[in-house]
T-cell receptor, first 114, second 111 residues
Framework: DTEVTQTPKHLVMGMTNKKSLKCEQHMGHRAMYWYKQKAKKPPELMFVYSYEKLSINESVPSRFSPECPNSSLLNLHLHALQPEDSALYLC?????????????FGSGTRLTVV | KQEVTQIPAALSVPEGENLVLNCSFTDSAIYNLQWFRQDPGKGLTSLLLIQSSQREQTSGRLNASLDKSSGRSTLYIAASQPGDSATYLCAGPRGGNQFYFGTGTSLTVIP
């Protein structure tokens, strides 16, 4: 299995809702990442998990809460989002965090906040 | 801080042409560089990963080179096809930990 699977593919949520994005990989990768991508812009790093521990938080607002319950799963919990948070959310994984390892991306979750 | 720039921002070519996409980075202490393809509204598909010890990588009609001394990487696409139309992104490591992306080149191949 050489894929990163993201669910759901599309999500529409109100500003008072709580929702979660899910990311799963079974490649034995021990580093997992969340990226946010706005239209016609490159992906921007949000969080990095290494061996199930949060390694990097790129000053992301607390309304985004990541969780890595095991080595295969990465969640992004969403609460009280703003319309400007509407974007494509991409999950990626790599063998390890660090030099020399390529990334595998999922197909993304298209989030719309209304 | 690693800055990654891609030129041109957009490119339109007739089918069958060979083309080159450019990626420039500011930190020559780069360990690897990865090229991705992204179709509209979709995720990223990895095309080629070049380690710092390598000068180039090839996959089918694609060839990517890496010149650390000049801070440049190129993606060469031979005999372009309409199915190659997409945005191409290069990504290089920042601080050795994770990739940061270039600005992308939007490619349109005209049948």
């Amino acid at each position: 299995d050489t894929e990163v699977t993201q669910t759901p593919k599309h999500l529409v949520m109100g500003m008072t809702n709580k929702k979660s994005l899910k990311c799963e990989q079974h490649m034995g990768h021990r580093a997992m990442y969340w990226y946010k991508q706005k239209a016609k812009k490159p992906p921007e790093l949000m969080f990095v998990y290494s061996y199930e521990k949060l390694s990097i938080n790129e000053s992301v607002p607390s309304r985004f809460s990541p969780e890595c319950p095991n080595s295969s799963l990465l969640n992004l919990h969403l609460h009280a989002l703003q319309p400007e948070d509407s974007a494509l959310y991409l999950c990626a994984s790599s063998h390890r965090q660090g030099y020399g390892y390529g990334y595998t991306f999922g197909s993304g979750t298209r989030l719309t906040v209304v | 801080k690693q800055e990654v720039t891609q030129i041109p921002a957009a490119l339109s070519v007739p089918e069958g042409e060979n083309l080159v996409l450019n990626c420039s980075f500011t930190d020559s202490a780069i360990y690897n560089l990865q090229w991705f393809r992204q179709d509209p509204g979709k995720g990223l598909t990895s095309l080629l990963l070049i380690q710092s010890s390598q000068r180039e990588q090839t996959s089918g009609r694609l060839n990517a080179s890496l010149d650390k001394s000049s801070g440049r990487s190129t993606l060469y696409i031979a005999a372009s096809q309409p199915g190659d139309s997409a945005t191409y992104l290069c990504a290089g490591p920042r601080g050795g930990n994770q990739f940061y992306f270039g600005t992308g080149t939007s490619l349109t191949v005209i049948p």
